[in-house]
């Protein structure tokens, strides 16, 4: 605990007789990213900001580089950043006035405070949008200056509240490779997010919440394995019944499919996607059926959320399959047919 | 390539005068630059006193004075700043609902540089409002008659009497945490005192029950204050009466300001 970068234990709140966070235990090693995963009103936010003060806990306690962040608010303010959904720059500055108003109110002088703005703008690549007020950015624009805000004191832990919410996948992959490097460099981060994909490609360990309780928690592979790996996904021309299909299919995965008649989709759950498209392939052309769509996914938030629900309890880590993504190869396998959620 | 390891976790935080004057400074920017700010503070106050002088004007007669003007423009200068300062709580409720205050709360800083960077920059504001108001009304006819020391201590005294309007609207602001509330919230009190005291006409003039309530009430203390300064005549009295009430309400409301600031958060 004490070597932790941040860790909660047993925090709770309530507002108004809903219970946003029920009993949660984590913690995140220094240099680590944590990424905190859950549908809507799971309690991502109001765990960030609990850990961020500004929101004390009914109980629990939590801890950033060792210090209370109730009791000890002044000190561990010093080593954070924050950046996310309710964390705001204003949009009638310019990027640059933000960012430079956040550097002198974190104590940096008039100099100092404007090289360190025009070093992230830089970084950031809004160097040319630097001296525009905010309001006329675009909205990855207005995220990545939101992001350089949290990063003005060079914090020892970064928070991100759903940092990808509104960006374009362009403007996603470049966040994610900003927030490579500075893990690289050390910075601890933590994140939430509503996508298991954006978990997985950050994350060293994962914290998923649902309804303010703590669900599962893992390594990324892990978390993956318990939500039945990956989605097969067969879908039958408009008209069709997906039934044979699904009779087709019946044993391939590592769980029960899901047969939507409407759509006239098949969902499987395989534990390795794409060594079964072989077998995929002989026995959809053995049943003779049509199909209009072939895809392996990685499972949605709501279907990993459903899976994991079905799990043994948290604290029980099940072995990592094999044929998982292979480490460091940012698509992975079976690139060619995945699809996000 | 960013350098994000923390180079220096023992930096000495902003102490709070440097936070002060940098909300300050982020504040008098915005005001700056939103437009519907920089009428409120421009055009509001000049139509008042152009609107009840010629509206008004004719219509009302205080004894012993020949212009209404001189009468009006004291008292009306209460009336435009108390206006002005319900955007003090509707620029805070706003700062609340964009998350600027979660923005704030985060950073080392104490809530009290983020309140007083607010009241400090409409304070500048009300200064700029009291000028031009003054020079609206000496166009019209309006004069100072007890001399340049008189009429600094009248400004002096009328920033005053915003920044307590200021600091009255922050917590209102800060309690019902809406921007159009909060503009409501504020201007109420603000219209009900005005009208009920000796801002605009003399209280002479209203009938007996009503006379009571003008008296104790403290925009007619402000506007007596304000009047004597400007126009001669005994000033000891309304000024320290003012001063009395000032100081009450700040002892009020300012700490009452920062305690629901420490709770107030955007979620």
Redesign the interface.
């Known amino acids: 605990m004490r070597d932790a970068a941040v860790a909660a234990e047993r925090l709770t709140k309530r507002f108004a007789g809903v219970t946003a966070l029920d009993d949660v235990t984590f913690e995140l090693p220094a240099g680590g990213v944590l990424g905190l995963l859950g549908p809507n009103g799971a309690g991502k936010?109001?765990a960030v900001?609990i850990l961020?003060?500004?929101?004390a806990p009914d109980s629990g306690q939590a801890r950033v580089a060792g210090l209370d962040v109730v009791a000890q608010a002044?000190s561990v303010?010093?080593?954070?950043?924050?950046s996310g959904?309710?964390?705001?720059?204003?949009p009638?500055?310019t990027g640059r006035?933000n960012l430079v108003?956040?550097g002198?109110?974190?104590?940096?002088g008039r100099r100092a405070a404007h090289c360190r703005a025009s070093?992230?703008l830089d970084?950031l690549g809004l160097i040319e949008a630097a001296d525009r007020?905010a309001r006329t950015y675009s909205g990855g624009m207005r995220r990545r200056l939101d992001v350089a805000?949290g990063?003005v004191?060079?914090?020892?832990v970064l928070f991100l509240d759903e940092p990808a919410t509104g960006l374009d996948p362009e403007g996603r992959l470049a966040l994610w490779q900003?927030l490579g490097?500075?893990t690289a460099?050390?910075?601890t981060l933590l994140l939430t997010t509503q996508y298991l994909e954006e978990a997985d490609r950050l994350a060293t360990s994962i914290v998923v919440l649902g309804h303010g309780r703590l669900i599962a928690s893992g390594t990324p592979s892990q978390i993956k394995a318990r939500s039945g790996g990956d989605r097969l996904e067969v879908t039958v021309p408009p008209g069709d019944d997906p039934g044979p299909v699904a009779r087709a299919l019946a044993g391939l995965g590592a769980g029960p499919s899901v047969v939507d008649g409407v759509t006239g989709r098949v969902v499987v759950p395989v534990a390795d996607g794409p060594a079964i498209l072989s077998e995929l392939a002989a026995r959809l052309a053995a049943s003779n059926v049509r199909v209009a769509e072939v895809a392996l996914r990685q499972p949605t938030m709501e279907e990993a959320f459903l899976a994991l629900t079905h799990q043994p309890g948290p604290g029980t880590a099940l072995p990592e399959p094999a044929g998982n993504r292979p480490a460091g190869s940012p698509g992975g396998a079976g690139q060619a047919k995945r699809r996000s959620p | 390539m960013i350098t994000a390891a923390a180079p220096a976790p023992q930096r000495a935080p902003a102490s709070v005068l440097t936070s002060t004057g940098t909300i300050t400074a982020r504040n008098l920017r915005r005001l700056t630059r939103v437009p519907t700010l920089i009428a409120l503070a421009t055009i509001q106050p000049v139509l008042l006193v152009l609107l009840f002088t010629y509206a008004f004007g004719g219509a009302v007669h205080v004894p012993g004075m020949s212009r209404y003007i001189d009468y009006l423009l004291p008292g009306i200068v209460v009336l435009a700043i108390g206006f002005g300062a319900s955007q003090t709580g509707v620029a805070i409720a706003e700062d609340l609902a964009s998350g600027m205050i979660d923005r704030f709360r985060s950073l080392p800083i104490t809530g009290t540089a983020v309140l007083a960077g607010r009241v400090a920059a409409d304070a500048v504001r009300n200064l700029g409002v009291v000028v031009l108001m003054a020079g609206a009304g000496s166009a019209i006819g309006f004069r100072f008659h007890a001399g340049p020391g008189a009429a600094l201590t009248a400004a002096a005294l009328a920033v005053a009497v915003g920044t307590v309007f200021s600091w009255l609207n922050m917590l209102l602001g800060l309690l019902v945490r809406n921007p159009e509330a909060a503009g409501l919230a504020g201007l109420f009190p603000i219209i009900i005192l005005t009208f009920t005291s000796s801002t605009l006409v003399p209280v002479a003039t209203m009938p007996g029950w009503l006379q009571a309530f003008a008296r104790a009430n403290p925009v007619t203390a402000m506007a007596g204050a304000l009047r004597a300064l400007c126009l001669g005549g005994p000033t000891a009295r309304p000024v320290i009466e003012t001063l009395a009430w000032l100081a009450g309400i700040l002892a009020v409301t300012i700490p009452a300001a920062i305690s629901r600031y420490r709770h107030a958060t955007t979620a």
């Open positions: 936010t109001t900001r961020a003060t500004l929101l002044a303010r010093r080593l954070i950043g924050l959904q309710y964390a705001a720059v204003d009638f500055l006035e108003m956040i002198r109110l974190h104590g940096l070093e992230l970084r007020q805000a990063l004191a060079a914090p020892l900003l490097e500075l460099q050390g910075t």
